[in-house]
């Protein structure tokens, strides 16, 4: 086995969720998809659960330097926020869906171990939004007279909920369609 096998369980493990959901993937259906032995994944993750707990605890490793680099790369509020909707855009153009949401909608299903680090991913996703549109109603970009934790939440649902609504209807359009919407709504101006 290469020194890389770990990455690619998890790499496919993280697409099974997001296209299948957590209940719906076994170690026999990953063991496929890298093509090596059921011992071979549970060499590397004893128990599903502990497979499932890493990947998320790497995703969100990945997704706060993700978010740090959108902030870095992106001056204004319009630009950084459409640079955050396009995430959820990508994921949806690879034929998956959010893995926060993906992994709330099964809720019922998660082992307990792994239900405070979905709730961690969705507080990320709303405290890095809330930063983002205090800086941007400090600098006059946000007009809105909800407040920002409100805000906050309305992207996040719209982005989660357009994405649920684009994957049911196999159409690309809702992905980011109802996002603009709530930035017109917020007197955030189109792109340049």
């Known amino acids: ?48 659960e502990d ?10 490793e990945r997704f706060k330097a993700t978010l740090a680099r959108i902030k870095q790369q992106h001056a204004g509020l319009g630009d950084r926020l459409r640079a955050y909707a396009d995430l959820f855009l990508d ?19 998660l082992p307990e171990v792994m239900r405070p680090q979905v709730q961690e991913f969705f507080r990320i996703h709303l405290d890095w939004l809330v930063g983002v549109l205090k800086e941007g109603r400090a600098a006059g970009a946000l007009r ?11 992207l996040l649902s719209t982005l989660e909920g357009g994405t649920f609504v684009g994957w049911a209807l196999a159409q690309k359009a809702p992905v980011l369609a109802a996002f603009e919407t709530a930035l017109h709504s917020l007197g955030i101006p189109g792109p340049a």
């Open 1 to 48: 086995m290469s020194p890389d096998t770990r990455s690619v369980i998890l790499r496919e493990a993280e697409f099974l969720i997001r296209t299948r959901g957590y209940s719906a993937f076994s170690y026999a259906d990953l063991s496929e998809r890298v093509a090596i032995t059921k011992a071979s994944v549970h060499y590397y993750f004893p128990t599903k």
């Open 51 to 60: 497979l499932v707990v890493i990947l998320v605890q790497e995703y969100i």
């Open 91 to 109: 994921g949806f153009e690879n034929g998956m869906l959010p893995l926060c949401g993906a992994l709330s909608a099964e809720r019922s299903a």
């Open 144 to 154: 809105a007279s909800a407040s920002t934790d409100e805000v906050a939440l309305l």
